[in-house]
């Protein structure tokens, strides 16, 4: 992570929002991808900011939705300054001791703490910037103290050597399985193309509100789909990861950073094709699936994404009619 120390001009700022983004992108995805990689339920601690016993693996999904919520920030403050976000992504690393996952995620948090908290500010230039740093770095923080007392009480525990879930090789082969993979990897896909459009088109509320909206839908689901693996025998997976000697796993381009349509048109229609892929996805996953709980949260799914397809329909068509929409 570069160290950006001095902020004395508009190039400085992007600089230092441009790698606090491609941190917080990693992050987002990291940290769920961590917890999807333990038990629900099973690991709980005591939480120093809230007061509270908690789920390790809740805990750790709702660090990482903080997470996106900074990217979002970050990339509404580049383009206010007349900058392009950028959706490349630091490296994503899974190790094989649940432990040690948690012990890179609070050495994360404290290293991104000081890349928000040493820049100095040139003669009071972009104090909102500064604000918004300042106020980040004690989510961070908190998340630090969380992630902190997690350690100290799985190192304490029974299960100090607990491992990650490794996936059933018979699940694996499974065509439900290999499909639902598939649809969450577009999921994923579709939630930062919705956010990369979201941040386009930051100063139309109509627009941007419900291109949010449709990106959120697609994070739930992405996080559903995760745990629902888990009851396959299958464990989600990291995309473009390399197997390291320590039976780790790294990425350095766990998701996509490039998205098509530069303009209103262009980006509405490209996303009708990707939600009516995943539509027919999901029809043929449900046709395979046994009736029961999975079946009917896989359904709550396809029946948001058919709405969705409806209204980038309907968005698309609409823009069609007004001359001067850009």
Known sequence: MADITRIESREDALALLAVALKHEWAVSLEYLIHAYSMPKGKYLYDDPVVSARLDMRGQTIQIGIDEMYHALQMGFVIRQLGGEPTFEIDEVVRHPRIADNLVRDKKTEDLV????QKP??????FPEIENMFWNISFDEIRHSRQFAAMI???RNSPDAEARCFQPNPEAEKREDVGLLHDITRAENELMHRYLFHVLLFHEHQDLGARLFKNSVDHMRHWDKNSGILI???SLIRIENAERLPDGSERSLKSMPDVYPGRNRLSALETLIPAEKKLVDDYERLIKLLPEGEIKEQLKIHLFQNREHLFTQEALYQNARKIKGLS
């Open 113 to 116: 703490t000081g890349l928000y």
């Open 120 to 125: 100095k500010y040139k003669d009071k230039l």
């Open 152 to 154: 100290d009480t799985l």
């Open 231 to 233: 009851k396959l025998g």
